[in-house]
C-alpha cells in the first residue's frame, strides 16, 4: 500500500516561488491501477519522481508498506528503487550504446540476478512488449521511438517491482501497441498485484484504469469513474 | 552484461576521441617508462662502478701529471708502506708496458731513414707523459685498434714517426698495452671478466702466462694455448678477458715481476691501486696514504674521473627519476580531466542508473575500469615506445649531462715507470667516458611491468575523483531534463 501524506515540493524560480506538487495525499492499496491526468508542467512528472523517490519532498512523505521513504537514507533509497520500483520515462532513459536486451537485463544485474536467468526473463520481456525478436540485440539508438518505448516499458518489469510509475507508457506507440501495453499494464495489476500509477493524455487509457487523479496547479483531485465503471459492465 | 564489459564498452563509443586519449596516454606513459628504464640502467651502473672502484685509490709518482712531470718512480718499498696505512686492504703494484708490432716498427724505421725525417723518440725509452722513459718493447702481435686522428698526432709530436715535411704518412696503429699486474685486477683495481680461459695463478712470480683483451686476441688468431713473443721471448695465452671497451681489449696482462724484467726495472711499479676496507673509510685513508708515502713522492689520487662519472651518472639518475613523477602524473591528469570529462558529459546517464537502482560504488568501479582500459591501452603503446625510445633518451640524457666529466676523463693519467700511453688510450681510468656510455637502457619486462603497475596505480587515483563524483549526482536530474 503507498499512503502520499500532504506532499509538498516548490522550487526557486528567481523570486518567485514553484508549487508543482501541494499538499497532496492520496492512498493506493496494492494491485491498483490508477492514473494522473493534466495538463503539461502541472506536476505530474514532479509527483511521479516524488513517489519514486528521485527527488525528495519538500514537506510531507511517502510510506510505502508501513516505512517513510523520508526515514531512509540515500542507499536505501537506492535500494528501493532497485527493488520495489519500475519506471517508464517519459523519454525512455535507456543506455544509449547498449542493445535492448543489455538495457532489460541492468537492473537485474544491479538486484544481483545471475546473467543466465536475466537473459532469459530480459527477452521474456521483451516479447511481452512486441518487440521483434530479431531487435532485441540491437543497439538502442537504432531502434524507432515506439521500439524504444516497449524497451523502456520491459526495462521497468525487469525486477518484477511492487510499484510501476508510467510517465506516458504509450506516448510514441501505435494504437494496436498502445492497446497491447494498455492490456499487459492490465494484467500485471490484476494478475500479479502490482500497483501501477501512469502519468498520461491518453483518454482511452485513463479510462481503462482503477482510479484516475487529475493534477491542477500542484493539487491532486480524484475523478469519477463513472465511465471505467460503464466500460467494465460492458 | 558485466560492469567490465559495459566499462571497455564504453571505452570504445567514441572511436576518434579513445584513439587521441590512448595517443596521448601513450606517448605520456612511453616517457614514463623510458625514463623509468633509463633510471635504472643508471642506477645499476652506478651501483656496479661504486662496488668496484669506490674504494679504490690510486697512488702514482709524484710530478707525473699530463704531459709534464718527472719525479721517482715508485717502489716496492713504498707498496709495503702503503699496505700498513691503516684500513688499507689490499695494494697491488703494476708496472706499465708499451708494446710495439716488430714488423712495423721495422717498416716505420726503414721508411724515416728513406725520407731523412724522424723525431727522437721512436727507437726505445719515448717519453710518456710521467717524464719517464716507458719501455717500448717489440712484439709479435698486431693492435686491434687503429691510432686515428688523435693518436697519430699524438705520435707524431712523440716523435714516432717524424713530422716535418709534406710526406704523406701512413696509417699507424696503436701500440699495445701491456701491464704487468701484482693481482687479478685491472688497471681501475677491478677485478678481470676473464671469459675464457683461467688467470695467471701467482701474480708474485715471473710466469711466461699471459692474459689478452678479446679483440686483441681475435686481431691475432689467437686462443687460449696460442703463443706470441714480447722481445723474442715466446708466452703463452692462458685465459681471455674483456674489458668491456675496444682499446681497453687491445691489451696485455702478464704478471708483475715478468713485466718488471721485461722493462729492465725490477723493483719499480708504475702505480700502486690500493683498496680500502670501506666507502667511509677512504677519505680518511688517502690523507694517511699521502702523508705515509710523502706528497714529494707519491700522487694519491681517488679515480676522480670516475667520481665525475659516478656523480654525472647520479644526476642523469635522478633527472630521469624526476622525469618519470612527471611523466606518470601527467599520466595521471590526463586520466583526471578525460574522466571528469566523461562524468559531466553522462549525468545522464548516470542519473538513469541510480534511477533504476544502481548503487554508487557500481557506477563508480564503471569509470574506473574505463579509465583502467584507457591507461591498458594508453600502456600498450607506451610500452612499444619505451622499447624502442628508451635507449636513445638514456643517451641523450648522460650525452647531454656528463660532457663536463667525459672531457675531464680524456686525460691520459701519469705516467709510471712505464710511462702512460697516448693515441687515444687513456690512462688507468681513461675509461670513464667509455664507461658512461656503456650504459645500456634496454627496456627489460620487470622493469616495464613495473611501471605499468605505477601507471595503474596512478590511474586509479585519477579515476577516483570522478568515480566519486558521480556519488552527487542526483537521479532526479534525469527527470529535471525532461
Given at each position: 500500500m503507498i499512503e502520499v501524506k500532504n506532499l509538498v515540493r516548490t522550487f526557486n524560480s528567481g523570486d518567485r516561488t514553484i508549487k508543482p506538487v501541494n499538499d497532496v495525499s492520496f492512498v493506493l492499496e496494492q494491485g491498483t491501477l490508477a492514473s494522473i491526468v493534466g495538463k503539461s508542467g502541472s506536476g505530474k512528472s514532479t509527483l511521479l519522481s516524488l513517489l519514486g523517490a528521485l527527488d525528495k519532498p519538500t514537506s510531507g512523505d511517502v510510506v510505502v508498506d508501513g516505512v517513510?521513504?523520508?526515514?531512509?537514507?540515500d542507499s536505501k533509497l537506492t535500494e528501493y528503487r532497485r527493488r520495489d520500483i519500475g519506471f517508464v520515462f517519459q523519454q525512455f532513459n535507456l543506455i544509449p550504446n547498449l542493445s535492448a536486451v543489455d538495457n532489460v537485463m541492468l537492473p537485474m544485474e544491479f538486484a544481483g540476478v545471475r546473467k543466465a536467468s536475466r537473459l532469459e526473463r530480459a527477452k521474456e520481456l521483451l516479447e511481452q512488449v512486441q518487440l521483434d525478436p530479431s531487435k532485441h540485440d540491437r543497439r538502442i539508438n537504432r531502434l524507432s521511438g515506439g521500439e524504444q518505448q516497449r524497451v523502456a516499458i520491459a526495462r521497468a518489469l525487469a525486477n518484477e517491482p511492487k510499484l510501476i510509475l508510467a510517465d506516458e507508457p504509450t506516448g510514441n506507440l501505435d494504437e494496436q501497441t498502445g492497446d497491447h501495453i494498455i492490456e499487459l499494464l492490465s494484467s500485471l495489476s490484476r494478475d500479479h498485484n502490482t500497483t501501477i500509477l501512469v502519468v498520461t493524455h491518453d483518454r482511452v487509457l485513463a479510462n481503462k484504469t482503477d482510479r484516475r487523479f487529475r493534477l491542477q496547479q500542484g493539487k491532486l483531485t480524484e475523478e469519477p469513474a463513472r465511465e471505467r465503471a460503464v466500460a467494465a459492465t460492458a | 552484461m558485466s560492469v567490465l564489459a559495459r566499462s571497455v564498452g564504453n571505452a570504445f563509443r567514441n572511436k576518434v576521441r579513445t584513439a587521441a586519449v590512448v595517443a596521448v596516454l601513450a606517448v605520456a606513459i612511453g616517457l614514463a617508462l623510458a625514463m623509468l628504464v633509463a633510471n635504472q640502467a643508471v642506477g645499476a651502473k652506478v651501483q656496479e662502478l661504486n662496488a668496484s672502484v669506490g674504494t679504490v685509490l690510486t697512488v702514482n709518482p709524484a710530478g707525473g701529471q699530463g704531459f709534464e712531470g718527472g719525479g721517482e718512480p715508485l717502489t716496492a718499498a713504498q707498496a709495503a708502506t702503503a699496505a700498513a696505512?691503516?684500513?688499507?686492504?689490499a695494494v697491488v703494484g703494476t708496472s706499465s708496458l708499451r708494446l710495439r708490432n716488430a714488423a712495423a716498427a721495422a717498416a716505420q724505421a726503414a721508411q724515416t731513414a728513406q725520407t731523412g725525417q724522424g723525431g727522437p723518440g721512436n727507437q726505445t725509452g719515448q717519453a710518456g707523459p710521467g717524464g719517464q722513459a716507458a719501455a717500448t718493447l717489440t712484439t709479435s702481435l698486431t693492435a686491434a685498434v687503429d691510432a686515428g686522428t688523435l693518436g697519430n698526432r699524438n705520435q707524431q709530436a712523440n716523435g714516432t714517426t717524424g713530422s716535418t715535411g709534406t710526406t704523406r704518412q701512413p696509417v699507424r696503429s696503436l701500440p699495445i698495452t701491456a701491464t704487468g699486474i701484482g693481482a687479478e685486477v685491472d688497471t681501475t683495481g677491478k677485478g678481470l671478466n676473464i671469459t675464457q680461459g683461467t688467470g695467471l695463478g701467482d701474480y708474485s712470480a715471473a710466469s711466461t702466462g699471459a692474459l689478452l683483451g678479446t679483440t686483441l686476441a681475435e686481431k691475432n688468431n689467437l686462443s687460449i694455448g696460442s703463443t706470441f713473443t714480447i722481445n723474442d721471448q715466446t708466452y703463452t695465452v692462458t685465459g681471455l678477458f674483456d674489458a668491456g671497451t675496444a682499446f681497453g681489449n687491445n691489451a696485455v696482462y702478464i704478471t708483475l715481476p715478468t713485466a718488471q724484467t721485461l722493462a729492465g726495472?725490477?723493483?719499480?711499479?708504475?702505480s700502486m691501486i690500493v683498496t680500502v676496507n670501506s666507502m667511509d673509510n677512504v677519505a680518511a685513508a688517502k690523507t694517511a696514504l699521502q702523508a705515509a708515502l710523502g706528497s714529494d713522492k707519491a700522487d694519491v689520487t681517488q679515480g676522480q674521473n670516475l667520481q665525475t662519472a659516478v656523480s654525472s651518472l647520479d644526476s642523469v639518475k635522478n633527472i630521469s627519476f624526476i622525469a618519470f613523477i612527471a611523466a606518470l602524473g601527467t599520466a595521471g591528469l590526463i586520466i583526471l580531466l578525460i574522466m571528469v570529462m566523461l562524468v559531466r558529459e553522462r549525468r545522464r546517464e548516470i542519473g538513469v542508473l541510480k534511477a533504476i537502482g544502481a548503487p554508487n560504488r557500481t557506477i563508480g568501479l564503471q569509470f574506473v575500469l574505463e579509465a583502467l582500459v584507457l591507461a591498458a591501452l594508453g600502456s600498450a603503446f607506451g610500452a612499444a615506445i619505451a622499447s624502442f625510445a628508451s635507449n636513445g633518451i638514456a643517451s641523450a640524457l648522460i650525452s647531454s649531462n656528463t660532457s663536463t666529466g667525459a672531457a675531464t676523463t680524456g686525460r691520459g693519467f701519469p705516467g709510471g715507470a712505464g710511462g702512460a700511453f697516448q693515441g687515444g688510450q687513456r690512462g688507468p681510468f681513461g675509461g670513464a667516458s667509455q664507461l658512461l656510455n656503456s650504459v645500456t637502457a634496454s627496456a627489460s619486462p620487470g622493469v616495464i611491468a613495473g611501471g605499468i603497475a605505477a601507471v595503474f596505480g596512478v590511474a586509479i587515483i585519477g579515476a577516483l575523483v570522478p568515480a566519486l563524483l558521480t556519488a552527487r549526482i542526483r537521479p532526479i536530474e534525469v527527470l529535471r531534463g525532461e
Open positions: 517513510s521513504l523520508a526515514s531512509l537514507p | 696505512v691503516p684500513n688499507v686492504s726495472t725490477p723493483g719499480e711499479l708504475s
